[in-house]
């Protein structure tokens, strides 16, 4: 293998099929094949026992078993103490086996996809399956096929040399992406010969970043050509809008990025799993403190023997230990008596019950989001009780608590304002879809009736229907990134579309470009939009029938329409009545119906009407990023279509119903420290370079220039104007960009190609390089304009926060918007209240951040201090900037900030970096020591999702990125509500009470064998038989604890949702044993020492009542044994069913079923076993017993004395009358 | 977990193609509106309060009382004496025996304990002897016996189970039975006179039959090949217990209570649960209906006393006794009953004196009743 020493490797052209294995030059590299399972046939046994020992608790059992192998110790006979923990690693090795036999499958089902390899014997492509390709051979992919290794694109059916790729099973996005053939390598016949191909390619070593490729190919004549990731087509992408793509194959099978990719789950460790460690770690001293006193009593009681006694039995040669060795000795013959009171089946249990709870929280209808049709998934398997603990919530703002669907809003052109007055009209809401067609049939002409200043109702009504419509049509296509019609919903100015007609005309009479055009230009221009057909594959099925009708009615409205205005007759294709779900025709073709009308037609018709319906009508964009989604449909809205993009041209219509084709020569594209793009077209009129930038406005604003020296004047009143636009969209919450231009000229942009070039082919430092040559072009820049965008808030927002904030927890808004527009979403979401108290923090210095954070500090410490505020609890809110922020977490500061931050209601910070973040919820989760949430949609949020406690991503429009890294998905913000308060409370109140009383259950059994050896000599006897033993613990008293930790439900849901507040009883308990039944009033006890407690009480109970009975009769050892062994399982299990809340069919037949297995099978092997499982021969015991009374008189008397303590929790005194049922009552009541 | 995600998407990547479009199943994976599901299954939620508590305990208290006084009376009713022969006074009658003891001494000794019944004992009488301090449930020893070999098995009768350990050889030949707890069989001879008050004694009939568990006799243990009238012979080869005095054969002349089946040895072998225990040694038929089966009187129990229990403090007892459906005496659950049933009526009485002074307080709780 050529692996450099400078991390690259070296692949040299060749096609291997058809070589002989040992002449393969790449012979070296590893094959396409996969293997993602873990064990093989062979060692399976070995290797999985391997695995499972890495569980300390599984060691300890094994040790125990091996022990008990040592005679001198035993307890039990060896091979039957073996038995639980060979059932424990026998499920978990057959679980282990089933997955892995799985991951066979799906490995061998992969690797056997059939594929296009290069045959160098056939001079052809031949069919291969997806192992058979190797390190440099090439492979063509079809359209809609998977790419099956890495491939460097070389040759597509595109003439222009793209190919489109879709990355849903890499990242789950599902817009198209780009990529291009590596150029410089002069493949571009239209049939790709391969073996023309002779260059040697040098790419880096295999790493999993998934964004980032390089690597140059060395043609024979030395000169090296380099790529990047855009001309790399990943293995497991999906070709799309291409015909067919040739590529090499530089990585294959486990070295491609995807498969580097694939970590396996995160393992996160819930923080009731940690605590539970806690309690193993007291019941092992537990057991070790009951071993000592068994060795040493042992040893008191056999020197207190005068001389050997007819039952001590001496060692097969007649030698007897003296007292002191046989103590030793008995400490250890105890710990296996013992051992089941460090549970052994805990764990498995556990899991178990949080599968069970993943089970309800996913098929939770509630949570489930019929827009995307998903479910809440559960990432992270193990962290569901986290839920129920949360203390604070940091989340996103875009796409989090608002939709992420943009719509523009207004738009600020050289200083002037077209704030789109129509456009708020259609945010009323509006529900029934009726109205669609009360109002559609009327007369069109009433419809663009001569109203200059207000819309008429009918009119808004009007709008309103088809936006109800359109909306219903966006669900429906939802599958495709951005294309929904909503964004579409732009109702242009009509002051900004007079002043379009007239800079046109005047444009077009001389040639100089006015600004408005040029704002729309770089509306249309200035962005990765990728321009797709709707009648394209990837389009969904059409709109109900419904629709579809009444769009063809529509159409025809706007068609009649048309011609009304411009007099013609027109015609209209079939296809855009048929087929399509684009409903913008008639509504913008509605819109120009004021004074204006036949002017604006003038700028319409070409476009809407007189063209063929499959170039406009069906156009669909796909955008990385809603925003552009949203304004270049806001500019089609205004007649400047994007009609198609290529790798290097863009292609706009005009409103004149001119196309204006665009040489594109590069695109800086967006990065977040430079926080803007650019695009460098060459202008086909003028022929000049223009550089179109648009970006954030603090990030545009200070690399504004003076181009031309007389208009600086006027430039920077623009400048000042627009910021002041902009700063009021801010305070509408709305999202603001800033368009600039810039002329380059031609010697400038030689020069600067020169280096552009140089930094595209470097291999170090590649990015650097690149990012520097944009920054160089964009100075001087001219301000075009800026743009509002609005992002509306999700629905059930504000409910959500105040209910989550009404349980107990912070919320915190995270956002790289500016403070402005925050504060505003703060105020919309119902974040911040109008009598809060709001401290800003806005600083750019250390020391006056640190005198604001002590003012503040002090003021709030004295305002909450001071007695005369005991009643008006005013709240306290703090927005603070990133800059400021930055400050505030540094070292000296932090403990400051967070004491502050503490005491605040609510925290906004605004213009945070993503790494920003995750540092902020990682101070705060290390300094107050709080369960922390974050949850975000972006992968922006992507660090604060992963150093969060818990992280949650929304499946929105931003990609899939935050899904992949979150423990939990949800499609919508609200579904935290229920997600939190329901099922969070359930799962941890139902995981807690069921650990607690699985210690219990184990104390309350072991002890029973406990004090048995205070009259057995301390010898280590079990008066139970051992296999009645272990089926107690494995089979009779197994499955209503976990049937407990997944179905019981303390509170109903309706009540968790309707009262926030009994979430608190989650919080703030530093452990389980500090679990605190708050709805029983004030006993705050821990409940894990209650229970222990009680188990001591019980076991007390259930060992001295039976005793007393039998004192002095004639029982013998294992009858003595069988009311105890009865009398345990009906006390742990009615204690049980005191714990239960909510009992249901299932709870009953387990609870029976449970109580009738016992029985059954203990007497089945008493019934059978003559003189197996010596010396407890169990041989009609259980028979006998049952036929005498004294047996069932002492189980009852014993079960109640046992469970009698329990009544006090049924019905606690009077002045703690259970708050819950008040709660209750009161909660029906209202 | 990722990987298999990938595939699977990887696996339906072809039908993706076809366009995300199967409109008919655009609402796949909504989830299943069924009661289970959403976890609305009617459940019944015991709101434990005063309604629902308090007739609780009253209940129980009205039950268990009743209950207790019928178990306290039978108790009392049934009638048993016991007597300590184990001579550890100096004026006790075997004190002279309980001295000079070793296990395997020729000549046995006997003693006389004369005692007096006050009352006339009706119905069958069973007769115990007990013992103290006893650890017949010490762990090694419970273990040290060969089941298999009690059961009649050839093989385990010629090499006994290592269980039996150092009890399974003798002088090379095995032990039958094998094992401490055979080895350590109680052998005193009790034997029981009525001293008739005109001066004769006449010995009471005692059983030795049927003082075993059924399923002991007929299943558990079995001699050596079957039920052969030549018991004698099935033992040949082995060895007697090291302490016993005469081999497991010879342990009776009746033949069906004979070897492992003897019925003595299978008490015996049926280890006490506690270290003071009582095993049944004979059964007094009622003769007739007419005369009682012990009537009032004195009565002398003669011990051939074998039996050594000084070197552990432990004391031998002779106990007669009637027994009831419920067993021997033992007032104790009767009392227990009792004293749990008043607990909880009081608990009763006071909970409702409590509930009804703060009715006005926590009417709530009425209200979710």
Redesign the interface.
């Known amino acids: 293998m050529t692996w450099e020493s400078e991390g690259v490797e070296k692949c040299k052209g060749e096609t291997t099929v058809g070589l002989e294995k040992g002449k393969q030059p790449n012979r070296y590299f590893p094959g396409n094949a996969i293997k993602?399972t873990k064990y093989t046939l062979l060692l399976f046994i070995p290797m999985n026992l391997f695995e499972q020992f890495h569980r300390l608790a599984n060691i300890y059992f094994v040790g125990l078993a091996i022990l008990n192998f040592v005679p001198v110790v035993n307890?039990f006979q060896p091979e039957v103490a073996l038995i639980p923990i060979c059932v424990i690693l026998c499920l978990t090795a057959l679980k282990d086996a089933w997955e892995d036999f799985?991951?066979y499958q799906?490995?061998r089902?992969?690797n056997n996809?059939p594929c296009l390899i290069y045959s160098r014997k056939e001079k052809q492509f031949v069919e291969r399956r997806w192992k058979d390709v190797r390190v440099g051979d090439f492979v063509r992919v079809v359209c809609?096929e998977?790419v099956p290794a890495d491939l460097l694109l070389l040759h597509t059916s595109d003439p222009s040399g793209v190919c489109h790729i879709e990355t849903?099973?890499?990242d789950g996005e599902t817009n198209l992406k780009l990529r291009r053939t590596m150029s410089g390598l002069c493949i571009s016949h239209p049939v790709f010969e391969p073996e023309s191909f002779n260059s040697v390619v040098v790419c880096e070593k295999p790493n999993n970043n998934l964004n980032h490729f390089k690597c140059y190919a060395e043609k024979p004549d030395k000169e090296k050509v380099g790529a990047g990731i855009e001309s790399l087509l990943l293995r497991?992408c999906?070709v799309r809008n291409t015909d067919h793509a040739v590529g090499f194959v530089v990585y294959a099978g486990h070295e491609t990025k995807?498969m580097l990719?694939?970590?396996?789950?995160r393992y996160k460790r819930s923080k009731l799993e940690r605590k539970l460690n806690i309690n193993v770690f007291f019941c092992v001293i537990l057991l070790f403190t009951m071993c000592l006193i068994g060795a040493l009593g042992h040893f008191l009681w056999l020197q207190a023997?005068?001389?050997?006694?007819?039952?001590?039995?001496?060692?097969?040669?007649?030698h007897l230990d003296s007292p002191s060795l046989s103590g030793f000795y008995m400490f250890f013959?105890m710990i296996i008596l013992l051992q089941v009171l460090i549970p052994i089946s805990l764990y498995v249990s556990i899991e178990l019950v949080k599968i069970g709870q993943i089970f309800?929280i996913?098929?939770?209808?509630d949570l489930?989001d019929?827009d995307t049709?998903?479910?809440v998934q559960c990432?992270a398997l193990n962290i569901t009780e986290d839920l129920g603990q949360i203390e604070y919530i940091f989340s996103d703002k875009t796409g989090t608590l608002t939709e992420n669907k943009m719509v523009f809003r207004r738009c600020s052109i050289m200083g002037t304002e077209y704030p789109h007055k129509e456009n708020a009209v259609l945010e009323e809401p509006e529900s029934e879809e009726d109205i669609i067609f009360d109002h559609v049939p009327q007369p069109p002409n009433t419809r663009w009736s001569l109203d200059t200043e207000d819309t008429n109702p009918e009119d808004t009504q009007h709008h309103h229907g088809s936006w109800r419509k359109s909306k219903v049509a966006g669900t429906?296509q939802s599958?495709v990134a951005f294309s929904s019609p909503l964004e579409t919903e732009v109702i242009p100015d009509r002051k900004l579309l007079q002043q379009i007609s007239r800079a046109e005309s005047s444009s077009s009479s001389s040639q100089k470009i006015d600004p408005y055009l040029d704002f729309f230009l770089a509306l249309a221009i200035c962005n990765t939009v990728v321009v797709s057909m709707a009648t394209a594959?990837?389009?969904?099925?059409?709109a109900p029938r419904l629709l579809l009708i009444l769009k063809v009615f529509l159409n025809c409205l706007a068609l009649s329409f048309c011609s009304f205005i411009s007099g013609q007759n027109r015609t209209i294709s079939e296809d855009s009545v048929t087929e399509g779900d684009d409903f913008n025709p008639p509504v913008k073709t509605e819109e120009p119906g004021d004074i204006n009308g036949l002017q604006t037609c003038s700028l319409y018709a070409p476009s809407q009407c007189n063209m063929p319906a499959t170039t406009s009508d069906n156009l669909s964009y796909e955008a990385e990023s809603p925003d552009e989604a949203a304004l270049v449909y806001a500019a089609k809205a205004y007649g400047f279509t994007l009609l198609a993009r290529t790798h290097d041209s863009v292609t706009v219509r005009l409103p004149s119903g001119e196309d204006l084709v665009f040489e594109v020569l590069d695109t800086l594209t967006f990065d977040p420290i430079r926080k803007r793009m650019s695009i460098l077209v060459r202008h086909p009129i003028t022929k000049k370079f223009v550089l179109y930038t648009k970006g954030a406005d603090y990030a545009i604003m200070e690399l504004l220039g003076t181009p031309y020296a007389g208009m600086c004047r006027h430039q920077k009143n623009i400048a000042a104007d627009t910021q002041h636009h902009l700063d009021c969209y801010a305070k509408e919450g709305l999202r603001t960009l800033c368009f600039t231009k810039k002329i380059v000229s031609d010697k400038m942009y030689e020069s600067w190609l020169v280096n552009r070039r140089r930094a595209l082919a470097a291999i170090d430092n590649r990015e650097e390089l690149v990012m520097d040559t944009a920054v160089q072009l964009e100075t001087n820049l001219s301000l075009l304009g800026a743009t509002g965008i609005e992002d509306r808030l999700q629905e059930s927002v504000p409910d959500t926060i105040v209910a989550l904030r009404e349980a107990g927890i912070q919320v915190w808004v995270l956002t790289g918007d500016k403070p402005e527009t925050a504060v505003n979403i703060g105020y919309a979401c119902r974040l911040l209240e109008d009598e809060d108290l709001v401290i800003n923090m806005s600083t750019v210095f250390q020391l006056t951040c640190t005198s604001i954070l002590d003012c503040t500090l002090e003021e709030v410490r004295r305002y909450s201090e001071d007695p005369r505020n005991v009643d008006t609890t005013q709240d306290i809110s703090l927005v603070i900037d990133g800059r400021t922020l930055t400050m505030a977490l540094s070292s000296d500061l932090q403990d400051r900030f967070v004491d502050l931050a503490k005491r605040c209601r609510s925290v906004l910070c605004c213009r945070v970096t993503p790494l920003q973040k995750s540092r902020v919820v990682k101070v705060v989760r290390e300094k107050l020591k709080v369960m922390t949430l974050a949850v975000g949609d972006g992968a922006n949020d992507v660090n604060m999702i992963q150093a969060a406690d818990i992280g949650i991503g929304i499946s929105g429009q931003e990609g899939m990125q935050a899904v992949m890294a979150s423990d939990f998905a949800i499609s919508r913000f609200r579904h935290l509500k229920k997600l939190l308060l329901v099922h969070g409370h359930w799962c941890y109140t139902r995981l807690a009470n069921m650990i607690i009383y699985f210690f219990y259950k184990n104390v309350a059994y072991v002890n029973l064998l406990f004090w048995y050896q205070f009259?057995?000599?301390f010898?280590?006897?079990a008066?139970i038989d051992y296999w009645l033993m272990i089926f107690f613990n494995l089979f009779f008293t197994s499955v209503p604890p976990i049937m407990f930790g997944i179905?019981d439900?303390d509170v109903s849901?309706e009540m968790l949702l309707g009262v926030p507040e009994l979430y608190r009883m989650g919080q703030g308990c530093n452990s389980i044993s500090c679990y605190i039944f708050t709805h029983l009033g004030l006993f705050w006890f821990s409940t894990f020492w209650v229970s222990m407690l009680d188990a001591f009480y019980q076991s007390l109970v259930c060992f001295f009542?039976p005793?007393?009975?039998?004192?002095?009769?004639?029982?013998?050892?294992f009858?003595?044994?069988t009311p105890l062994n009865t009398i345990s399982l009906f006390t742990i299990l009615l204690h049980l069913s005191i714990e239960i809340?909510?009992?249901?069919?299932?709870h009953w037949v387990i609870i029976l079923g449970s109580v009738v297995l016992y029985f059954i099978v203990t007497l089945a092997y008493s019934g059978l076993c003559?003189?197996c499982n010596?010396?407890s021969?169990p041989?009609?015991i259980l028979q006998?017993q049952m036929a005498?009374?004294?047996f069932y008189?002492?189980c009852i008397?014993t079960t109640?004395?046992a469970l009698?303590p329990r009544?006090h929790k049924?019905?606690p005194?009077?002045?703690f009358?259970?708050p819950l049922?008040?709660l209750?009552?009161?909660f029906f009541?209202n | 977990m990722m990987a298999s995600s990938y595939n699977a998407k990887d696996e339906d990547g072809h039908i993706t193609v076809s366009g995300p479009g199967g409109g008919g199943t655009l609402r796949g994976k909504k989830p299943e509106n069924t009661a289970f599901k959403q976890q609305r299954l009617p459940a019944w939620q015991p709101i434990l309060t005063a309604g629902t508590v308090l007739p609780a305990f009253f209940i129980i208290g009205l039950i268990f009382i009743p209950i207790g006084i019928g178990l306290y009376v039978t108790s009392n009713n049934i009638k048993e004496f016991e007597i300590d022969y184990t001579g550890v006074d100096m004026s006790s009658p075997c004190f002279n025996c309980s001295q000079n003891f070793s296990w395997n001494s020729t000549r046995p000794c006997t003693c006389t304990v004369p005692f007096y019944l006050e009352q006339p004992y009706e119905s069958n009488v069973f007769m115990y002897y007990g013992l103290s301090n006893f650890y017949q449930n010490h762990r090694r020893y419970v273990k040290s016996r060969d089941d298999s070999q009690l059961n009649g098995n050839v093989d385990s009768l010629k090499e006994p189970s290592k269980e039996c350990e150092p009890y399974a050889k003798h002088d090379g030949k095995p032990i039958a039975p094998c094992g401490a707890i055979a080895n350590s069989m109680f052998n005193d001879t009790l034997e029981l006179f009525y001293n008739d008050p005109n001066g004769t004694r006449v010995q009471i009939p005692l059983t030795n039959t049927g003082i075993a568990w059924w399923t002991d006799k007929h299943v558990k243990f079995r001699n050596p090949g079957g039920d052969s009238s030549n018991i004698t012979a099935s033992f040949q080869g082995t060895s007697k217990p090291v302490n016993w005095r005469k081999p497991v054969y010879e342990l009776d002349t009746a033949a069906d209570n004979n070897g492992f089946i003897n019925e003595d040895f299978i008490v015996w072998m049926r280890t006490a649960a506690l270290p003071t225990f009582r095993k049944l040694y004979r059964i007094i038929n009622k003769t007739s209906s007419m005369v009682p089966t012990l009537p009032r009187g004195n009565y002398t129990l003669e011990v051939v006393y074998n039996y050594p229990v000084r070197s552990f403090e432990g004391r031998k007892r002779m106990i007669l006794s009637t027994i009831s459906w419920m067993g021997g005496k033992n007032p104790f659950l009767g009392i227990a009953y009792i004293t749990v049933g008043s607990v909880c009526f009081f608990l009763g009485v006071v909970l409702l004196i409590i509930h009804h002074k703060c009715g006005n307080r926590s009417n709530s709780a009425d209200i979710s009743n």
């Open positions: 993602t307890a799985r991951r799906s490995d089902k992969l996809t809609n998977i849903s099973n890499l497991g999906t995807s990719n694939n970590n396996g789950p023997l005068p001389v050997v006694p007819p039952f001590l039995v001496p060692d097969s040669n007649g013959t309800f996913t098929n939770d209808i489930y019929e049709d998903s479910r990432k429906a599958n594959q990837r389009q969904r099925v059409s009259f057995c000599g010898s280590g006897t008066m179905m439900n849901a009542i005793y007393l009975a039998y004192q002095d009769s004639d029982i013998d050892v009858t003595f044994g809340k909510a009992w249901t069919v299932i003559i003189t010596p010396p021969n041989y009609w006998s005498d009374p004294m008189l002492i008397l109640v004395v009698l009544y049924c019905y005194p009077c002045p009358n259970v049922s008040v209750q009552s009161s009541m």
